[in-house]
């Protein structure tokens, strides 16, 4: 594993694309450091959009990530629970899934799932957002059942990124973002009137229930609650 961590390092973007599959089966997150702008640039093009890998990039630091398929479980549940929450509110938002967010020579990260909702006319029918013109999304969405989501709160600090949802695989938080750090708080600003905390007892049942059965127990608690 070190010659191909050194091999990053040394900034050779062309081998990580051929050596992947073998670099990535050992471990689902590696770390690296003194990793340029450029380099992390370079292996978003040289990898493609229809990568399995997630990249963080944090000030010199890249974190890549194999996501897990409980992984992508509760990642898919907990973005249906967003939209749920909006379709019984009528609030209108744009899902921007994954999308690769970026602060030039700075930072970029791709969220589990990501959506506009107070800014939504700002980036409506856009197909590329750039942050230094355009606002962060409202809400993010963030499964660390492998990883620590530590480097990410603070890329998405750089963003200004209002609120972020975290599950980690045994309690959910929402976070807010105050002074460039993010507090853990009861109520969401996004959904500000149902006490969201209670979204854990459905994100400990997934894996045990089937998924629409879930989505429909949700939404009936969502009703029941407006």
């Keep these: 594993m070190r010659p191909r961590t050194a091999i990053v390092q040394r900034e050779h973007t062309s081998h990580i694309a051929m050596t992947s599959n073998t670099l990535f089966e050992p471990t689902e997150i590696i770390h690296l450091s003194d990793i340029s702008w450029q380099t992390y640039q370079n292996l978003l093009t040289e990898l493609g959009v229809n990568r399995r890998l997630r990249l963080t990039y944090n000030r010199g630091t890249l974190e890549i990530m194999v996501p897990s398929p409980e992984h992508e479980r509760y990642k898919r549940i907990a973005g249906r629970f967003v939209e749920t929450l909006a379709e019984e509110l009528e609030v209108r938002i744009e899902c921007l899934g994954s999308t690769t967010f970026k602060r030039p ?38 499964i660390d059942i492998t990883s620590s989501s530590k480097n990410r709160f603070e890329v998405y600090a750089d963003m200004g990124v209002p609120e972020i949802w975290r599950y980690d695989g045994n309690s959910f938080s929402i976070n807010v973002l105050q002074n460039q750090q993010y507090l853990s708080v009861e109520r969401s600003l996004a959904f500000p009137n149902l006490p969201l905390t209670e979204i854990s007892k459905f994100l400990d049942q997934v894996g045990e229930k089937d998924y629409l059965e879930l989505v429909k127990e949700f939404r009936q608690w969502v009703r029941s609650h407006i």
């Design 105 to 142: 020579e700075l930072s970029g990260a791709e969220p589990d799932e990501c959506f506009y909702i107070e800014n939504i006319n700002f980036i409506r029918g856009k197909k590329r957002i750039d942050l230094t013109q355009d606002p962060p999304p409202d809400l993010v969405v963030e």
